[in-house]
């Protein structure tokens, strides 16, 4: 039974995009098809992320309108082929996006694929809602600031109520996933603690990600995180949070700050 | 099959049909007069529109979609509860109201609402026999939530948010963090209190007095609390 997640944050910024393709590239390497879907219709990110830029020929309004088939439209990944891609159109905006239309290409999505992840748009408006809309599971991506975490609140609460889910009276899974995690700063109080977050939150918690240049670098070279760089830390935090959403009990690793030699000598963190 | 599917929905499911009183509120050209003439009228008799539902009648006046909006909003600032409007394109008069079919009578509604659907839901399907006079909401109130109960108690398990509001007829009762904004007796209950288990309120205001953030005692801020009205003077106390 295919899941349909959704990748959303209300903030933007956050990391919605490189999230969504770097779990869309950790869950395809165990093996299951998965199909990454852009919702930002007029800011497309996601097909840079995933280095397909250059292949988009037809996107997600083009098979809304009925214009070219899904088919068509989707854009197998050349390193993993269990990982697809249906790109945003760059030359429209969220109107395109039509309720029945969102809903007719959802629904042949979840026949061809075990996971599809929808990349939401930043904001509250109809390109987000209609991102969560069919959603089964949502990560929230949340970066520990207090901007970032109300507006994630009010996603939440749009989740519990905006969803297919929702108005079927039955609960969307939500996670937590807290982004650009800067230890070292973390440690000098100058960013919320992953405990305040997850308590004004109340929501579990899939994973930290830490700020990393690596996430950078993966953005520049067009790729998930999770492919160009393994082992990188970013990399195994988005690892981890696949295999929880796979259902897989995993132990979580928090970001820490990592001592230089210098630091070491002088008693204090680098 | 039909047979038993009927008995089924009679027993989960009621729909009632019921009129309430409402007063109709006529606006005459010029409304410059119009409005004069009631303030007027609310100036003499204070408190006569406190808690009353009004409809507004606009089918002797000519308006535009802007003066009928315009109008609303004076309306609303004087603190009138406007449940639906008579003589206008339905459109017109916002998602708020519910608007009365042109010639029936004075009949309506449920209470009007604001916020999610989901909060519209809560209220919308209380049964017609037994009222309840308090609210409980499980779990926590998000961000940009808006909770109205004029009826009486809210209680939330959970916390409310930065930037959600609880307004309650009676009293509030958080047993998480209050974060947002508590509106306890709304419709002038000065007995109503505001119970929270860990103060973080951006305001509080019971019977029509509020305190905002600013104003609330510092060193209060994370503790429990309970806050009532001593007269003129909203109070803020830790519990014990």
């Known amino acids: ?270 | 099959m039909v047979v038993s599917v009927a008995v089924c929905s009679q027993r989960l499911f009621r729909i009632v049909g019921r009129s309430f009183l409402a007063f109709v509120l006529t606006p005459e050209l010029p409304l410059s007069d119009w409005i004069s003439e009631l303030d007027d009228w609310i100036a003499r008799s204070n408190g006569f529109f406190d808690g009353r539902p009004l409809v507004v009648d606009f089918s002797r006046v000519r308006l535009t979609k802007v003066e009928v909006s315009g109008l609303l909003a004076q309306l609303e600032a004087r603190n009138l509860r406007i449940i639906g409007a008579e003589g206008v394109n339905p459109t017109w008069v916002g998602p708020m109201l519910g608007p009365l079919p042109s010639g029936g009578k004075p009949m309506s509604v449920v209470e009007t609402l604001s916020g999610d659907d989901r909060d519209t839901e809560e209220v919308a399907d209380v049964p017609a026999e037994a009222e309840p006079t308090s609210m409980m909401l499980e779990g926590s109130v998000r961000s940009g939530q808006s909770i109205v109960f004029p009826r009486g108690d809210i209680t939330v398990t959970g916390s409310v948010a930065s930037g959600a509001e609880l307004i309650a007829g009676g009293s509030i009762h958080v047993y998480g963090s209050l974060r947002g904004r508590a509106i306890a007796g709304s419709k002038g209950n000065k007995k109503a209190r505001i119970f929270c288990n860990s103060l973080e309120a951006e305001l509080l205001a019971i019977g029509g007095l509020y305190k905002t953030a600013d104003e609330l005692e510092s060193e209060l801020r994370g503790q429990a609390i309970q806050a009532w009205l001593d007269g003129q003077v909203l109070m803020t106390t830790a519990q014990g």
């Open chain 1, 1 to 270: 039974m295919a899941k349909v997640l959704v990748v959303t944050s209300g903030k933007g910024g956050v990391g919605k995009t490189t999230t969504t393709a770097a779990l869309g590239a950790a869950l395809a390497l165990s093996g299951q098809a998965v199909c990454v879907v852009d919702f930002d219709v007029g800011l497309r990110n996601l097909d840079l992320i995933m280095g397909a830029e250059r292949r988009v020929v037809y996107d997600f309004i083009n098979v809304i309108q009925g214009n070219a088939k899904l088919q068509q439209a989707l854009i197998k990944d050349k390193r993993l082929s269990s990982l697809s891609l249906l790109a945003a159109s760059q030359t429209r905006d969220k109107d395109a996006l039509t309720e029945k239309g969102v809903a007719r290409v959802m629904d042949q999505l979840r026949e061809k694929f075990d996971w599809v992840i929808c990349d939401s748009p930043a904001g509250i408006e109809r390109g987000a809602i209609l991102a969560m809309r069919h959603a089964d599971i949502a990560v929230i991506a949340t970066n520990p600031e207090i901007s970032s975490v109300r507006d994630s609140d009010r996603i939440i609460g749009l989740l519990d109520s905006k969803t297919v889910k929702a108005e079927r009276d039955e609960t969307i899974e939500k996670h937590v996933l807290l982004t650009r995690y800067d230890a070292a700063r973390a440690q000098r109080n100058e960013m919320l603690s992953i405990d305040d977050v997850l308590e004004i939150l109340s929501l579990p918690l899939l994973g930290v990600v830490p700020e990393s240049r690596d996430v950078l670098n993966a953005s520049n070279i067009g790729s998930p995180v999770t492919l160009s760089n393994p082992s990188c830390a970013p990399a195994r935090a988005y690892q981890d949070a696949a295999r929880r959403l796979d259902g897989e009990t995993v132990t979580m690793d928090i970001p820490v700050v990592k001592r230089t030699l210098f630091g070491t000598l002088f008693g204090r963190a680098a």
